[in-house]
T-cell receptor, first 114, second 113 residues
C-alpha cells in the first residue's frame, strides 16, 4: 500500500532558526503533494501544494517545500521560525489526478522555543 | 474567504447510540469527504461523495456508517451504533470537480463512553 512517512513526531527549534520538517512517500509515480497545518483546537489548513510545474513551492506564512522525485521527498522548510509557527504539520499525498482520497503522514508537532 | 464548517465541535455519546455529524462544504464544491483521526494516529480517509452517491470508501467505512446530502448545503456522516473505538476527530472536506486540493473543516471531536 502507498504510504507517507514523516520523520520525527516532534521537532523543536529556537525562534529565528531554520525549520525543516521531513516527508517521504512510498511510490515513484509522480504524486500530488500537500502540507497542511493544524493549530491547537483548529482544523486542517492548507499550507502549500505541489500538483505540477515548478518543484519549489511557496506557501503561506513563509513556508516552502521542494518536490524531489529522485528522493521521493517533499520536505517543508522555513528560514526563520516564529513562535506562531508552533502547530502540528501534516504531509498528505494523492497518487491520482482529480478528486481522490488523500493519504496522510502521522504528523509532526513543531515547538518553537523563545 | 469561503470555508468548510462543521457542527457540533464536540459530541459525547454513549456506546450504542446513533450520532450524526454535520458539515457545510464550500458552496461551489461538488466533491465531499469524511476523514477521521484517532488520538495519536494518522488522519484516515473514510468516504468520498459526488452527485449524491458514494464515489469511494475505505475499509473503515463499514455498514455502521452512512453519508447523506439531505439538502443543498449540508453533508452528514451518521454512525448508527457507536463503539468505543469510534472516538476520534472527524474532519469533513470538500473540493472542486477535477481538483486534487481538498479544503478541510475544523473537525468534530467525538467521544464514545
Amino acid at each position: 500500500a502507498q504510504s507517507v512517512t514523516q520523520l520525527g513526531s516532534h521537532v523543536s527549534v529556537s525562534e529565528g532558526a531554520l525549520v525543516l520538517l521531513r516527508c517521504n512517500y512510498s511510490s515513484s509515480v509522480p504524486p500530488y503533494l500537500f502540507w497542511y497545518v493544524q493549530y491547537p483546537n483548529q482544523g486542517l489548513q492548507l499550507l502549500l501544494k505541489y500538483t505540477t510545474g515548478a518543484t519549489l513551492v511557496k506557501g503561506i506564512n513563509g513556508f516552502e517545500a521542494e518536490f524531489k522525485k529522485s528522493e521521493t521527498s517533499f520536505h517543508l522548510t522555513k528560514p526563520s521560525a516564529h513562535m506562531s509557527d508552533a502547530a502540528e504539520y501534516f504531509c498528505a499525498v494523492s497518487w491520482n489526478s482529480g478528486n481522490t482520497p488523500l493519504v496522510f503522514g502521522k504528523g509532526t508537532r513543531l515547538s518553537v522555543i523563545a | 474567504e469561503p470555508e468548510v464548517t462543521q457542527t457540533p465541535s464536540h459530541q459525547v455519546t454513549q456506546m450504542g447510540q446513533e450520532v450524526i455529524l454535520r458539515c457545510v462544504p464550500i458552496s461551489n464544491h461538488l466533491y465531499f469527504y469524511w476523514y477521521r483521526q484517532i488520538l495519536g494516529q494518522k488522519v484516515e480517509f473514510l468516504v468520498s461523495f459526488y452527485n449524491n452517491e458514494i464515489s469511494e470508501k475505505s475499509e473503515i467505512f463499514d455498514d455502521q456508517f452512512s453519508v447523506e446530502r439531505p439538502d443543498g448545503s449540508n453533508f452528514t456522516l451518521k454512525i448508527r451504533s457507536t463503539k468505543l473505538e469510534d472516538s476520534a476527530m472527524y474532519f469533513c472536506a470538500s473540493s472542486e470537480q477535477g481538483s486534487e486540493t481538498q479544503y478541510f473543516g475544523p473537525g468534530t471531536r467525538l467521544l464514545v463512553l
